[in-house]
């Protein structure tokens, strides 16, 4: 089965044969690999590929008749975290391209045209921002604002998309330059993913609709102390920074536990590394998120009191930036209830998530968007271990074409 097919195909691009997991960071060898795979798979459906100066790529249907029309959107992203799994981003991907096939199959023939899009660093797992593709295409973020971020080994992003040369130059084309302005007719935008929790487990269904996304964001803390040898210098002497963050990971933890939220840190950097020396400097990412904007707000606030007095106490200085925060995102309710509603076994449960997504930028930009998830029997996800059932991918399928056959009729 197609489906299958293209499947098996993505599954070795930026697989790690140690754990598993895939590497798949934009503008890099494998991203260069992932958009040849999808401009193959589109044009082999005679879909008409179009690239943003980003890399942002939408395959477009376009039967005859739908000229002026208001296009229907579907899609996802191919990039994934450190060692992420293989369906967070490609399974929306795939099932688009999947569901453009039973349409046809089925012989519907939509009076809109209908695009397949993929947006790039949709985790922000190379610049730090998450959604950047799509940030910049809807206007929320701009090229002025991005250009200089650098990733872990200090490639500024303008550079980075300079080397991966594809062929626009994002500069040139001024600061509205990559706004999609057709975006502000798109009827729907529909993304299909793969969910990250086990709400749909709990309830027994294989497919299930997103209400809406919690406020969630990212904080980098960068916490300086004083560099110093660590056997002769004396416990209370010591300026360490290492401290200061490790209660601060804890005090996150906690609050977040005891309000019913979420804080993590995934991500640590201890300057200058030396075994047998007190570090100079850590820098950290806090991952914050809570059901309402307040809620994350006082969160965050609460973690950074905390870190500050143990700064005082530890004589390090702590400086905190928002990386990325996204509001809360209630999806068009109607367009929920009509995918929710929308099948013949009395239909799908809706559920909110905990996680963003490119379909969360777009409803924040004024699209109607919604987002179909499908079961993953564990609930685990960001990790190798993230999985879905064939069957329920299929059910999925057929639920998105389901969706754009009804939007897009
Ligand atoms: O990090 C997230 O919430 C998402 O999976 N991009
Ligand atoms: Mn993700
Ligand atoms: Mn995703
Ligand atoms: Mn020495």
Redesign the pocket.
């Known amino acids: 089965m197609v489906f299958e097919q293209m499947w098996r195909d993505l599954a070795p691009v930026g697989r790690s044969a140690a754990t598993g997991g895939y590497h798949r960071q934009p503008w890099t060898a494998v991203d260069a690999e992932l958009r040849a795979w999808f401009r193959e798979e589109a044009e082999r459906r005679g879909l008409a590929v179009e690239q943003d100066p980003l890399g942002n790529l939408v395959a477009w249907w376009r039967p005859a008749g739908t000229e002026g029309a208001r296009p229907v959107l579907t899609g996802?992203?191919l990039d994934s975290v450190a060692d992420g799994g293989a369906y967070?981003?490609p399974l929306g991907v795939v099932s688009a391209l999947a569901a453009v096939d039973l349409l046809r199959e089925r012989g519907t023939v939509p009076t809109r045209p209908v695009g397949v899009a993929v947006f790039v660093e949709?985790?922000g797992s190379r610049f730090g921002l998450a959604c950047l593709g799509s940030r910049l295409a809807t206007g929320q973020a701009t090229w002025a604002d991005v250009r200089h971020r650098r990733d872990a080994a200090g490639t500024a992003l303008e550079d980075a998309l300079a080397a991966a040369d594809l062929g626009d130059d994002p500069a040139a084309t001024g600061p509205d330059g990559l706004r999609w302005g057709w975006l502000a007719d798109v009827e729907a935008f529909v993304e299909l993913?793969v969910e990250q929790g086990r709400g749909l487990v709990d309830l027994g269904a294989p497919v299930g609709v997103a209400a809406g996304i919690w406020p969630h964001g990212r904080w980098r803390l960068d916490v300086t102390g004083r560099a110093d040898h660590a056997g002769t210098t004396r416990m209370e002497d010591r300026a360490d920074p290492v401290l200061t963050f490790a209660m601060t990971a804890l005090a996150a933890s906690k609050q977040a536990r005891l309000a019913g939220q979420r804080a993590t840190v995934g991500r640590v950097e201890v300057h200058p590394g030396a075994a047998n020396a007190v570090p100079s400097r850590v820098s950290a990412w806090l991952d914050a998120r809570a059901d309402t904007e307040e809620a994350l707000a006082q969160l965050v606030a609460g973690i950074e009191r905390q870190a500050r007095d143990r700064a005082a106490r530890d004589g390090t200085a702590l400086e905190v930036t928002a990386e990325s925060v996204s509001p809360r995102i209630a999806f068009d309710a109607d367009l929920a209830q009509r995918l929710a509603a929308g099948h013949e076994r009395g239909g799908w449960p809706v559920l909110w998530t905990q996680?963003g997504?490119d379909a969360g930028v777009l409803a924040a930009a004024g699209v109607p968007s919604a987002m179909l998830f499908v079961r993953n029997p564990t609930g685990v996800s960001h990790s190798p271990e993230e999985h879905a059932e064939v069957p329920d991918c299929l059910a999925g399928v057929e639920a998105l074409a389901d969706a754009l056959a009804r939007l897009a009729a």
């Open positions: 996802s992203h967070d981003g949709e985790e993913h996680a997504h």
